[in-house]
């Protein structure tokens, strides 16, 4: 919104994004809550207001495998989830764990992670396709 990237939450079936802001004070008194989930003020905007919605999911190659990037520790390491085809390397020579089934996860050091990078998904662009593109209504015989 207005250039600024966001912590957000966003329903495919709303027409509201959660903002969420890790600040220690109240970003905006008159539009933003504590709540204790998401450990941050809240504020509900319209999509009318947001240039962009989109997901980022963050990937690497470990050992040559493709893997998501769960999180950053500050020791140096990071939590990876398997995100390729071989889950039998995985759970073997991998030494990956399987938390649910077919969720594997490991922590490695971030050094031993390669191609890093992002991939963005634009969350609204089913609902521009559906306003740009709309369907012609079904005939009923």
């Given amino acids: 919104m207005n250039g600024r990237e966001y912590e957000a939450a966003y329903r495919n079936d709303s027409d509201t994004v959660v903002v969420i802001e890790k600040t220690p004070e109240n970003p905006d008194p008159s539009r933003y809550q504590w709540v204790d989930y998401y450990r941050g003020w809240v504020g509900k905007y319209p ?72 991939e963005q998904r634009d969350l609204l662009f089913q609902k521009w396709r559906e306003r740009t593109f709309p369907r012609p209504a079904e005939e009923t015989p």
């Fill in 47 to 118: 999509l009318s207001d947001c240039d962009r919605v989109f997901a980022v999911n963050t990937f690497a190659r470990y050992s040559g495998y493709r893997v998501e990037v769960v999180s950053v520790n500050d020791d140096g390491t990071v939590k990876i989830q398997y995100a390729d085809w071989n889950g039998a390397w995985a759970t073997t020579a991998g030494g990956f764990v399987e938390h649910n089934k077919y969720e594997l996860f490991k922590t490695v050091p971030v050094r031993e992670l390669h191609d890093y990078h992002e």
